[in-house]
């Protein structure tokens, strides 16, 4: 490998991490601590993620169950999970917070599949971009004669063309995760 693919190399990576993070945020029928992630909690003045403040724990497939440390903060996480765009009521019983997880309907999940295709698109975008860069890089080297350059240029686009095959990859089976019924 040469320093121009690994440095296209790095770069999707990147793109598959955030897409990893984009799908675990996709709501699906089953109970998913990752949905919490992007929640902050006014606790003491200060907005701290639900993480920092609680144990998440998955009781059942469809159940979260959110127990916080210091019960004086359980009224805080409970209303910032309402205010949050979840769309699922919180149900505090003095201790813990109760996250049920309805399973989604057939037009929801159809919704859920084009917004993973959206994500989807976008780390190939991302990935794209990435080679792009690494094949400017090469024009640009005047270390390299123009068969060095094309020989870049040719391994660029073989690991172009993996990465988006993992994309595509990732992209099936979070789409039969979520069509599951």
């Not at 169950?65 to 309402?82: C, G, R, T």
């Not at 123009?146 to 994309?167: H, L």
Request: contains cysteine; charged residues 35%; hydrophobic residues 35%.
């Amino acid at each position: 490998m040469s320093q121009y693919s690994d440095s296209a190399r790095k770069h999707m990576d990147k793109c598959l991490n955030a897409l990893r993070g984009n799908f675990a945020r996709v709501r699906t029928g089953r109970a998913n601590a990752h949905v919490l992630d992007d929640i902050r909690v006014d606790y003491y003045g200060q907005m701290t993620p639900i993480t920092q403040l609680a144990g998440v724990k998955v009781p059942e497939a469809s159940m979260l169950v959110v127990e916080p440390w210091d019960k004086s903060a359980l009224k805080s996480i409970e209303k910032a999970i309402e205010s949050s765009d979840l769309g699922i009521t919180p149900s505090n019983d003095g201790v813990s917070i109760r996250l049920p997880f309805p399973k989604p309907t057939e037009e929801r999940r159809k919704e859920l599949v084009k917004e993973c295709h959206k994500y989807a698109e976008e780390a190939k975008v991302a990935i794209r971009n990435a080679r792009r860069d690494a094949n400017g890089k090469a024009e640009r080297s005047e270390e390299l004669s123009e068969d060095e350059v094309a020989r870049e240029k040719k391994g660029i686009q073989k690991v172009t063309d993996d990465y988006v095959a993992k994309v595509d990859q990732m992209l099936k089976a979070k789409t039969a995760e979520v069509m599951e019924i």
